[in-house]
């Protein structure tokens, strides 16, 4: 991989979004991401736009001319690639793109087997679910310690200006909230949102050129798995996420320890424990004690999902891993004001397509 | 669901044929094409291959956010069962109260209707557990 940086990165408020359609939305974070690099059209090399069900939802398909064309670029005639994989549509965009400004858009979810999982009544959530279940019944993990994923994701959250849910819950309230899939609830489950992000990426022998605070992307990591959960090795632990990590910390010879900040795929709350566990973060099994004791709180050990995490920032499916990705970067150029985590040289972005048939990871460091 | 999509896999929803690797053994259900163990060296030697139905819970979930087809059945236990040989397979449990379903409890698979497309369409048919 060569070696790249980020010098621009935009997002959109997240959230129902009424008023605004797909093409506005991508647009808004484009150019976002554009003034803060300071670049113009001109300087475009590429656009890699990730985007799940623009064809499915709007009807829509051929996206990525089609925000080249709405951002005003038609005239450059760049190359531009759409890039899909489920939720990690956007994290995987960053992993294809050299140089370019990557783009991502909103949407919802077929990204299960349709014909072994779904046609049965799985549902998205109850997946999820059974991971959960089981996760409890071999490792001891409690139901108060999913819970604390989302009170801890709603406090991040409430210090974003940009999420969808900028409050915070108590442990009650995820307890007693409508049961979805048991042992989930409500509040186990991220929202579906509106919303976009974008990044503008640059060769790092030029980065200097537009920006004193380029953070680079040190290593990027990726891999699948079979789509159905039933056929994976273990139901307590997602292999596409632990071989994703090991891929991405092997090429910018960090360790989890390095790491100070992480934005992680908390689809739902059960998500983030195992992420934290296949990360490395903590020992298989420890995820929902770490959580428990806080150890993955603002300013703890790690920080995990400063920006309130799909939960309380909200899920734009496909343009999840763009929006993870823009957290990062502004934690590493420390300007996130009151949940800034003091001291972080390096982050990570973790993002999953569907039920972990698909993992990205990401790892980024100041460039200084 | 389109007809032929279901349609297809007929064998495999109403008498559960997997397959079985004539190079190293191991079974998958549905019946694959290309061994995920072997690669290569299974091609063309991936037999047909008849399960039990009978095994066990390896974990569940009650599902009561469920899409509008499945709206009637709500809550309903949705599972992932191993069968006796070993091969692991998503379906709902059915004549059992939700409070009773236990990790390793024994199951059997019982022919059901699973859907259908719309009010005048085809039904869709296959295999759901029952406690055994």
């Given amino acids: 991989m060569r070696s790249v940086s980020v010098i621009g990165v935009g997002e959109t408020q997240f959230g129902e979004l009424w008023d605004k359609s797909f093409r506005e939305l991508g647009i808004e974070a484009g150019l976002r991401a554009i003034q803060d690099a300071k670049i113009a059209a001109e300087n475009l090399d590429a656009i890699y736009v990730g985007n799940m069900s623009a064809g499915k939802f709007i009807d829509q398909e051929h996206v990525a001319s089609l925000v080249a064309d709405y951002s005003g670029l038609a005239d450059q005639h760049l190359p531009t690639i759409r890039v899909e994989g489920g939720g990690a549509c956007g994290a995987i965009a960053i992993h294809q793109a050299d140089v370019g400004d990557v783009e991502a858009n909103e949407i919802l979810s077929s990204t299960t087997d349709q014909e072994w999982e779904s046609v049965f009544g799985a549902t998205f959530a109850g997946l999820y679910a059974m991971m959960a279940r089981r996760h409890m019944f071999e490792h001891g993990t409690t139901r108060e310690q999913l819970a604390a994923v989302a009170v801890k994701n709603h406090k991040h959250g409430a210090l974003n200006p940009n999420a969808q849910f900028q409050k915070e819950i108590t442990m009650d309230m995820v307890l007693g909230a409508p049961r979805v899939a048991e042992p989930l609830g409500l509040f186990d489950c991220a929202p579906l949102s509106d919303g976009a992000g974008a990044l503008v990426l640059c060769a790092s022998d030029r980065a200097r050129k537009f920006t004193d605070t380029p953070i680079d992307l040190i290593g990027t990591g990726h891999a699948s798995d079979f789509i159905a959960v039933h056929d994976r090795r273990d139901l307590t632990t997602i292999d596409a996420t632990v071989i994703a990590g090991k891929r991405a910390f092997h090429a910018a010879r960090k360790t989890p320890n390095d790491v100070k900040v992480a934005e992680v795929h908390d689809n739902f709350t059960i998500s983030e424990v195992m992420a934290i566990e296949d990360l490395r973060f903590v020992p298989k099994g420890k995820g929902g004690f770490a959580t428990e004791d806080g150890e993955t709180a603002l300013n703890a050990r790690v920080s995990v999902n400063t920006s309130g995490g799909l939960k309380a920032r909200g899920y734009p499916v496909g343009a999840t891993g763009v929006a993870q990705a823009v957290e990062i970067v502004r934690q590493l150029r420390g300007e996130v004001g009151k949940r800034q985590v003091s001291g972080a040289e390096v982050g990570l972005t973790h993002t999953l397509g569907g039920t972990g048939g698909t993992a990205v990871v990401h790892l980024f460091a100041r460039g200084d | ?132």
């Fill in chain 2, 1 to 132: 669901m389109a007809i032929p999509r279901f349609w297809r896999e007929i064998p495999s929803r109403y008498n559960l044929v997997g397959s079985k690797c004539g190079n190293c053994g191991a079974l998958d259900f549905p019946p694959r094409i290309v061994c995920p163990r072997c690669g290569r060296k299974s091609v063309g030697r991936m037999e047909r291959m008849k399960l039990s139905g009978r095994g066990k819970v390896v974990t569940f979930t009650i599902v009561h956010d469920a899409p509008k087809a499945f709206d009637m059945l709500k809550p309903y236990v949705l599972a992932i069962v191993e069968t006796d040989e070993g091969v692991r397979m998503t379906s709902t449990i059915i004549d059992v109260d939700p409070a009773e379903v236990k990790i390793g409890m024994p199951v059997e698979s019982a022919f059901r209707k699973l859907g259908e497309e719309g009010e005048a369409g085809i039904i869709h048919y296959g295999y759901k557990f029952r406690p055994a």
